[in-house]
């Protein structure tokens, strides 16, 4: 299967270790995925903030960069989601663009889910992970409630989580049960900066409850998250780290 | 902050609301915003709990959306529908195409009745239209029977949730507010106290009223009768002693059989405070022996959301209030914040209809966390809504100007990678080698809490085509 890792446009610049540890448990997996260039970002960022037509190339190049793929894998949950929700809906200035965008659409998935449902989480005892830490896991909303990594907790359905079953697989972790496991964060994109009171306050909600149960160390599949918290942290000087998800797999957390 | 009297909307003449601003007031206050947000936390878990209950819970949200989305498409059907069996039952039935019609209709009732002291049970909407100044400035004494709705009326105050109407004020305040207005001793707050006196108040008020105004639940358009829900009973009470009963209602209400109705029974309590039921479901079929029965149908503005493709899915809403208590938002900047008589996720997509200029901000006012979509017993997409109001907001040039440069920009460096790759270097060479102090300052807003992440020498892209020279990069 061909397979593709898009590594988001903020993961690139900032978070190199977290795609590189990505990448690293794909390979370690057996998973040969390419990382395609000519598309820095799926157009999120301008579609939130109201900008959907202006944020069309952008969606439209990731398309076209992603058009033959068979899968691809987003390293962020609200990526993902956007890609799925929107590429089919916004390329249609012609029939064959159009049929490309809702292609790429449906073969969108994000790395957790991907590990979930495609490796399954029986391989991935074999990476041999360790993580000593007691961890507060923050899935994300659009990772959530967008591409269903979990059962929210407003549903009536049965409960399920694919994060924590694939941080189960590692060896020594103890997660932390939270009074509010799925409380928005607060990071938002733009409504970081265009409400940065209520997102300031959402955040540091979240970072009181971690401490209320004695959390070591925050993991997410989404770093978008977790830039907004991490940044509220380390300017508190909390000492909590942060972590995606794949650099616990990989071994590499806490080993920068 | 709590102190400040609330001004109710006047469309096209009042400023902009400005959300994040009322929102840093509120939160200047963190005890005061903990408190708020707790108190609406803890509805709703109550509701996560009385959900749990229900088996087939997610299957009655899919029945109750699917026969609100048919009422809504054959809604002139069943309004007439409604207006035949209502008039066949003994009611007069009036239709206001907006709320300046509506408070007229309600005046000259009463007018002609000569009559002067109205007693209303909570109705958002006779809010929405501003009934009570209107009726206040020609004469008529206006009371809500409403705890919460009184309380805010004393205060000058509109309601800040539309099913907690007084959500925001702690219980010394309504003492203060009861020391004021009702003469209750100076300090009393026990809530049962409190209580008393304002069912002591009310009877009064009650047994002298010349009529009563009530809102509707449900309109049943088979059956001609409809049904209000309460807690304490004030819409029962009005309607049994009163010689004449106002009842207003917007047109989305109707629903078309009496068999359709337990569908949102079950549905309704538990959203929104977490009870099975309410405490009083009252089905009016017909006025009392020499009681005259008026209902207003109103639209003010929901034809019009109803003709819009990508909103009429909003008018699904009964107003359970359950995405406010939920909206990690709303507990976070109170209900005052958004300007608008329905606050909230449901507030931002139904508002904005009505004057889009001056509500640009609420569609903003929300991180599309998707709790809303998720906890709402209609299933109106929310966040969809709110995500699609911003581009109408953007579209019409109610955004700000630096929003639009700095997006602009970003698209420009995200459509030539070879830019994107250079520029970000030098941002985060910038960044490494700038003093603290500088980086602090130039991350702006964000920087005010929030350190920049950490910038590493080199891109994922940098390190990629080094470590993986063979590796594929489908560059096309």
């Known amino acids: 299967m061909k397979t593709a890792l898009f590594v988001p446009c903020y993961v690139d610049q900032f978070y190199p270790r977290v795609a590189i540890a990505a990448l690293t448990v794909l390979e370690r997996l057996g998973v040969n995925v390419d990382v395609p260039e000519g598309a820095a970002c799926c157009g999120q960022p301008s579609a939130n903030a109201g900008y959907a037509r202006q944020g069309r190339s952008t969606l439209e190049r990731f398309v076209d960069v992603y058009a033959d793929y068979e899968k691809i894998i987003v390293l962020s949950g609200s990526c993902a989601v956007h890609v799925r929700l929107h590429a089919g809906e916004i390329i249609a200035h012609d029939r064959l663009a159009e049929t490309a965008g809702i292609r790429v659409a449906r073969r969108t998935t994000e790395f957790c889910a991907f590990l979930h449902d495609d490796v399954g989480v029986a391989a991935l005892a074999g990476l041999g992970a360790r993580f000593e830490e007691r961890v507060a896991v923050h899935i994300g909303c659009h990772g959530l409630r967008g591409l269903g990594l979990a059962a929210p907790s407003e549903l009536q359905i049965k409960p399920f989580d694919k994060v924590c079953a694939i941080l189960s697989s590692v060896g020594g972790i103890e997660l932390a049960e939270l009074s509010r496991p799925d409380e928005c964060c607060g990071f938002g994109g733009t409504f970081s900066v265009g409400e940065p009171d209520v997102s300031t306050k959402m955040g540091r909600d979240r970072l009181r409850d971690y401490r209320t149960h004695a959390a070591t160390a925050v993991v997410s599949p989404d770093m978008s998250c977790l830039m907004h918290l991490d940044g509220l942290a380390r300017r508190e000087r909390l000492g909590v780290p942060m972590y995606h998800v794949a650099e616990v797999l990989a071994g590499t957390a806490g080993k920068a | 902050m709590s102190k400040r009297a609330f001004e109710l909307p006047v469309l096209g003449q009042s400023a902009p609301v400005d959300h994040a601003g009322a929102a840093a007031v509120f939160n200047a206050d963190v005890a005061r915003t903990d408190w708020h947000d707790e108190s609406l936390w803890f509805v709703r878990e109550k509701r996560d709990r009385a959900a749990a209950l229900v088996s087939d819970w997610e299957e009655l949200r899919e029945r109750a959306s699917a026969i609100k989305e048919h009422a809504l498409t054959h809604l002139d059907e069943y309004l007439t529908q409604f207006e035949a069996s209502a008039i066949a039952n003994g009611m007069h039935v009036h239709w206001a195409l907006d709320a300046d019609e509506h408070n007229r209709i309600v005046h000259g009732i009463l007018e002609q009745a000569g009559a002067h002291k109205l007693v209303k049970s909570k109705s958002m909407l006779t809010e929405e239209c501003g009934l009570n100044p209107y009726l206040e400035a020609r004469g008529i004494d206006v009371v809500d029977s409403d705890l919460g709705e009184r309380i805010v009326q004393l205060r000058k105050e509109g309601p800040s949730h539309i099913v907690l109407p007084a959500i925001h004020l702690k219980r010394g305040e309504v003492g203060e507010t009861f020391h004021e207005f009702l003469g209750t001793p100076l300090g009393m707050d026990d809530p049962i106290a409190l209580t008393r006196a304002a069912r002591e108040h009310l009877r009064g008020k009650f047994l002298a009223a010349d009529a009563t105004l009530t809102g509707m639940n449900f309109a049943v358009a088979e059956s001609g009768g409809f049904v209000v829900c309460t807690n304490e009973g004030n819409a029962d009470l009005g309607m049994a002693l009163a010689p004449i009963h106002i009842a207003s209602v917007g047109i989305e209400k109707v629903i078309p059989r009496l068999e359709d109705l337990p569908v949102f029974l079950r549905l309704l309590a538990r959203s929104g405070t977490g009870q099975a039921i309410t405490s009083y479901t009252t089905h009016v ?158 991350s702006g807003v964000w920087g005010r809490t929030r350190e920049a992440p950490v910038p590493p020498r080199e891109s994922f892209r940098t390190w990629y085509r080094r470590e993986r020279p063979d590796g594929r990069r489908g560059v096309r």
């Open chain 2, 285 to 442: 079929h017909g006025p009392r022996d020499g009681q005259a029965l008026h209902v207003i149908l109103v639209d003010n503005g929901r034809t019009k959301q109803l003709a819009r493709e990508e909103f009429w899915g909003s008018l699904k809403c009964i107003r359970c209030g359950a995405c406010m208590n939920t909206c990690p938002v709303y507990r976070r900047s109170g209900g005052h914040s958004y300007g608008s008589t329905v606050p909230g996720p449901i507030g931002s997509v139904l508002t904005p209809g009505l004057d889009l200029e001056r509500y640009a901000s609420l569609p903003f006012a929300s991180t599309l966390c998707g709790s809303c979509t998720a906890v709402c017993p209609v299933k109106i997409d929310l966040d969809g809504q709110l995500f699609r109001w911003r581009q109408h907001v953007t579209e019409r040039g109610y955004s700000s100007s630096t929003k639009g440069l700095a997006i602009r920009t970003s698209v420009l460096l995200f459509d030539r990678p070879r830019l994107f790759r250079a520029v970000g270097a030098l941002a985060r060479l910038g960044q490494r080698i700038m003093p603290r102090a500088v980086v602090r300052f130039a």
